[in-house]
């Protein structure tokens, strides 16, 4: 089955850089990689997500990058606020008639320094 | 718009107590199913996911087990909780024909 690994396990950041998670996965079939945002108590929120026919997607201040050859993708946070503060989880699916099942990094604790 | 709708929302067991986690989709038919848990501090895990009515599909061994009697409803249940049952489980649905995931609110499950 696919195997999903993501890195950093915590980050952190000065308000206003950039921030980095990246994660590889194992099955060459998955085609669909989403990230979700989840604050402490609450349920992961989808960010953005990516397929695999497309390199990058931007939505504002975060993006996706995907490398199908070497099977990782990235998200990237730009100018981070406060509020971005939180748990990152990376995932990878392939898309099987129906069949999605959703199998996800470790996840990426995310602090943003004031 | 579709809606998930878990309950209850917390909840606190004895060990060897049953277990009973419903929950209802809005919005949206014949979607993808599947209940995740995800213990304190860590990550996701699969236990179950289903494609229709009474298909179930078991991710990991344990003393849980799901049913779905009706398109929108899916059940999470086990006859005798264990202490490593405690978590924070979460329903989840697809939405229209892709394979994006939504989640409930979750459901917080101490076993005490």
């Known amino acids: 089955g696919e195997n999903v690994e993501q890195h950093p396990s915590t980050l952190s950041v000065q308000e206003g850089d950039s921030a980095v998670i990246k994660c590889t996965y194992s099955d060459s079939a998955s085609n669909y990689f989403p990230w979700y945002k989840q604050e402490l108590g609450k349920r992961p929120q989808l960010i953005i997500d990516i397929r695999s026919n497309v390199g990058e997607k931007k939505d504002q201040r975060i993006a996706v990058t995907l490398n199908k050859t070497a099977k990782h993708f990235s998200l990237h946070i730009t100018e981070t606020q406060p509020e971005d503060s939180a748990v990152y989880f990376c995932a990878a699916s392939s898309s099987n008639f129906g069949n999605e099942k959703l199998t996800f990094g470790t996840g990426t604790r995310l602090t943003i320094i004031p | 718009s579709q809606t998930i709708h878990q309950w209850p929302a917390t909840l606190v067991q004895p060990v060897g107590s049953p277990l009973s986690l419903e929950c209802t989709v809005e919005?949206?038919?014949?979607?993808?199913l599947y209940w995740y848990r995800q213990a304190a501090g860590r990550g996701l895990q699969l236990l179950f996911y289903?494609?229709?009515?009474?298909?179930i599909s078991s991710e990991v061994p344990q003393n849980l087990s799901a049913s779905r009697p009706q398109d929108r409803q899916f059940i999470l249940s086990s006859k005798k909780l264990l202490l490593s049952d405690s978590g924070f489980y979460l329903c989840?649905?697809?939405?229209?024909?892709?394979?994006?995931?939504?989640f409930g609110e979750g459901s917080w499950l101490t076993v005490v």
């Open positions: 919005g949206t038919s014949n979607p993808n």
């Open positions: 989840a649905s697809t939405r229209g024909s892709g394979n994006t995931i939504y």
């Open positions: 289903s494609v229709g009515i009474g298909q």
